[in-house]
């Protein structure tokens, strides 16, 4: 079993950067692939980034490519994302997910443990 903890969560400006945690609990963490998903009023919930424990594989939707970044510290049991150059449609509730598998899933469905999300907004 893992439980999930997302902070970091805010009020920015376009342009602006956000750091968001997930902490992790459970024995299974260090074998768990890491994602974030985000989801927006009237949205599905879709895939952001995600990070293998296997063999370090790193996915990242196409756009937040060269500007959000997935990072992972097991010894912390914890995953960040890093969200540069944030953008209005950057708005969403951010949800951290975790799976036990060597894959990067991008779908949502893929996932059975997830946290309560955090609300970020960008305004311009």
């Known amino acids: 079993q893992v439980q999930l903890v997302e902070s970091g969560g805010g009020l920015v400006q376009a342009g602006g950067s956000l750091r968001l945690s997930c902490a992790a609990s459970?024995?299974?963490?260090?074998?768990?692939?890491l994602a974030w998903f985000r989801q927006a009023p009237g949205k599905e919930r879709e895939f952001v980034a995600g990070k293998s424990w296997y063999n370090d594989i790193t996915r990242y939707a196409d756009s937040v490519k060269g500007r959000f970044t997935i990072s992972r510290d097991n010894a912390k049991n914890t995953v960040y994302l890093q969200m540069n150059s944030l953008k209005v449609e950057d708005t969403a509730v951010y949800y951290c997910?975790?799976?036990?598998?060597?894959?990067?899933?991008?779908?949502?469905?893929?996932?059975?443990?997830w946290g309560q999300g955090t609300q970020v907004t960008v305004s311009s």
């Open positions: 997910a975790a799976e036990r598998t060597i894959w990067v899933p991008t779908q949502a469905h893929e996932y059975n443990y």
């Open positions: 459970g024995r299974t963490f260090s074998t768990c692939s």
